[in-house]
Antibody
Framework: QITLKESGPTLVTPTQTLTLTCTFS??????????VGWIRQPPGKALEWLAL???????RYSPSLRSRLSIAKDTPKNQVILTMTDMDPVDTATYFC???????????WGQGALVTVSS | EIVLTQSPGTLSLSPGERATLSCRAS???????LAWFQQKPGQAPRLLIF???SRATGIPDRFSGSGSETDFTLTISRLEPEDFAVYYC?????????FGQGTKVEIK
């Protein structure tokens, strides 16, 4: 059974750095072709792709957020960590992590974690 | 960056009717690397279709995907009550991966 779960703060103040952890089970990030990505969704709005890390530690980022994002993996712990610096109220959103299957699509998703940015 | 434009924004239909959703890309999508997701309020997206036309595990055959290059379609042959939701397309053939803005399928 494949599961993913996001964890992290529910409230951050402006200019702070957000750190989110995706803890998964049922697959390994050392398997050829696998990856884990992060996607966010502001309340009432569309999905926005943020970042992706591959089994070989290759990484991809959204160009518009590249300077603020960092993604890393801890393969033995089955975790992927996303950090986003200089948080702003417009970054208020539900943040999802999802498994990238070998064909490239996101086939399993976490339940999402709502992060509110407010002073 | 590939921009995906979904139409219509909202589709008002009755159960049993056929739904046709469009997703147009600003550039050709590599290797038909296009997916469709369904999202209900308060839930994570669910993968319906990948590779433009392959159904994901457990997805009923009333859902079908077609298209290539810049024009893609999701068809729901006969709407069931549980199909009323928001649908997103996503291309994953090139970086950055991008999503469309969504089509809401609502009960008429």
């Amino acid at each position: 059974q494949i599961t993913l779960k996001e964890s992290g703060p529910t409230l951050v103040t402006p200019t702070q750095t957000l750190t989110l952890t995706c803890t998964f089970s049922g697959f390994s990030l050392s398997t050829n072709g696998m990856g884990v990505g992060w996607i966010r969704q502001p309340p009432g709005k569309a999905l926005e792709w943020l970042a992706l890390i591959f089994w070989d530690d290759d990484k991809r980022y959204s160009p518009s957020l590249r300077s603020r994002l960092s993604i890393a993996k801890d393969t033995p712990k089955n975790q992927v960590i996303l950090t986003m610096t200089d948080m702003d109220p417009v970054d208020t959103a539900t943040y999802f992590c999802a498994r990238r299957q070998p064909d490239g699509s996101f086939d399993y998703w976490g339940q999402g974690a709502l992060v509110t940015v407010s002073s | 960056e590939i921009v995906l434009t979904q139409s219509p924004g909202t589709l008002s239909l009755s159960p049993g009717e056929r739904a046709t959703l469009s997703c147009r890309a600003s550039q050709s999508v590599t290797s038909r690397s296009l997916a469709w997701f369904q999202q209900k309020p308060g839930q994570a997206p669910r993968l319906l279709i990948f590779g433009a036309s392959s159904r994901a595990t457990g997805i009923p055959d009333r859902f079908s995907g077609s298209g290539s290059e810049t024009d893609f379609t999701l068809t729901i042959s006969r709407l069931e009550p549980e199909d009323f939701a928001v649908y997103y397309c996503q291309q994953y053939g090139s970086s950055p991966r991008t999503f469309g803005q969504g089509t809401k399928v609502e009960i008429k």
